[in-house]
Structures are given as structure tokens and as C-alpha cells.
């Protein structure tokens, strides 16, 4: 295992980081890497900001014509892997 | 115990958002290391949590060692390091620098180390330089040569800081 975290491996644990399910080995390099890389710590704030965003969504609060789009795009992408 | 703690401006804690008095007590809700606690530095850890302001922390009793950090329930900042400054992070990152050079003299290979980290360092903080020439080591002289190089960076700042007097 090399001494420090990729971008890459960030990214694959940036979600179990903002859920605080980490390893304590895991937390401790991740945020070692935060240290250094600016742009990894713009990714987690972004992110951060995406799941408060999303989820202080309502299904009441979004536009019908909008809602009827996403339905069609998620039933497209079912059938397109399928 | 006396040891170190790197804070953003302002004596902002980097992952909390914390902003830390001076000469109070702060206390962890528990302690446990990593996820809670208060964290801080002994020499040996300085080159991985190096941010704007250093600061000297007086930690409480059951002080818990990290991979990289101590973890105490409570501390309190005592003073700052003043010689921890933008010059001193500048000819930090030129020592780093350095160090890589006489890397890529011994191993021509890692030339592309030097050319990369020489670019990068004026765009950088002195922590994103101080990660990447341990790279370099790693690169050519496996784990032992990315340790030793962050013991060279932990050598640096304890002399060009004063810390052992700082303590």
C-alpha cells in the first residue's frame, strides 16, 4: 500500500467520509490528504453541499413538467441497461 | 504535554470549523481517536498537517498516538510560532526542492519528479510540495526513502522553527 491516498481513492471514499463510516486508518489518510490537495477538499465540500442540498428537496417541491422529465430520463436509463 | 497544532487563519481547525481561543480549554465530547478529541502534532508529525498557523498546544492527561498525530480529550493553545510564516513555508518547499534534486543526480529517472515538483511549488502550499517530494522518494527508494524524506522535512522545521526551545 503506498504511503498516502490518491485523488482517486478519495473520491471512491469521499461518501463514507461525509457519512463518518471511515476506518480510523482510512480517516486519518484521507484527511492527510486533505492537507495538501486543494482541489480533493473543493470535491468534498461539494459534495457536502449536493447531499444538503438534495435532501432538503421535497417531492412536492419540484415542477411537475420537471418531475414527468426525470421519471422518463430514470425509465430511459433502466431500459437502456437492461 | 506540550506539542503542536497547524490551524487555518484566524485559529480556525481545518475539518470542525472550530475556532480555538487562546489560553482556554477546549474539551472533545469523547475521545476517540481521529473522529473526536483534540489532535496535535509531535516533531515527527509536522510535515503532514502543515497549514497557515502554528501554534503551541498544551494537551491534557491520555494523550493517544495516531498514525501521523496525537489525540488528547482537551487542550488548550498556548502561543503561536511566529517563525512559521510564508518565508519560512517558501524555503521549506526550496529544502524539499532540494532534497529531490540530489535524488534526480543519483537516479536520472527521476527527473520528471523534479521538473513536476519545481512547477508546482509556487502554486502550492508548502504542504502539497512537502507530499510530493516524499513521493518522489517513494517512487525510487521505496517506503524507507518516503519516511526518511519526511524525517528530513520533520529535521527542517524543528530547526528553522525553534521548536525544541518553542516545547
Known amino acids: 500500500m503506498a504511503a498516502e491516498l490518491t485523488c482517486k481513492e478519495l473520491v471512491e471514499l469521499v461518501t463514507e467520509y461525509l457519512d463518518g463510516a471511515l476506518s480510523l486508518d482510512e480517516l486519518e489518510r484521507f484527511e492527510e490528504h486533505l492537507v495538501y490537495c486543494a482541489p480533493c477538499v473543493t470535491h468534498v465540500e461539494q459534495m457536502r453541499d449536493t447531499i444538503r442540498l438534495v435532501g432538503a428537496v421535497r417531492e412536492e417541491d419540484l415542477d411537475p413538467v420537471v418531475a414527468d422529465e426525470l421519471l422518463a430520463a430514470f425509465r430511459g436509463w433502466r431500459e437502456d441497461t437492461a | ?167
Open chain 2, 1 to 167: 504535554m506540550k506539542a503542536y497544532k497547524f490551524l487555518l487563519p484566524d485559529r480556525v481547525a481545518p475539518f470542525t470549523g472550530f475556532r480555538w481561543p487562546v489560553g482556554e480549554w477546549a474539551e472533545a465530547d469523547r475521545q476517540a481517536l481521529c473522529t473526536a478529541g483534540i489532535h496535535a502534532c509531535d516533531h515527527g508529525d509536522l510535515p503532514f498537517w502543515l497549514l497557515d498557523e502554528l501554534w503551541l498546544i498544551e494537551l491534557g492527561e491520555s494523550v493517544v498516538r495516531g498514525r501521523h498525530k496525537l489525540v488528547a480529550p482537551n487542550g488548550r493553545l498556548v502561543r503561536r510560532v511566529e517563525a512559521w510564516d510564508a518565508a519560512a513555508g517558501e524555503d521549506f518547499s526550496a529544502a524539499c526542492i532540494e532534497r529531490v534534486r540530489g535524488l534526480a543526480a543519483r537516479r536520472p529517472d527521476a527527473a520528471g519528479h523534479l521538473a513536476d515538483l519545481a512547477g508546482w511549488a509556487p502554486h502550492v502550499r508548502p504542504a502539497a510540495v512537502a507530499s510530493l517530494a516524499a513521493r518522489a522518494f517513494e517512487a525510487f527508494e521505496s517506503r524507507k526513502g518516503y519516511d526518511d524524506e519526511r524525517a528530513e522535512q520533520s529535521a527542517w522545521l524543528v530547526g528553522r522553527l525553534g521548536l525544541d526551545a518553542a516545547a
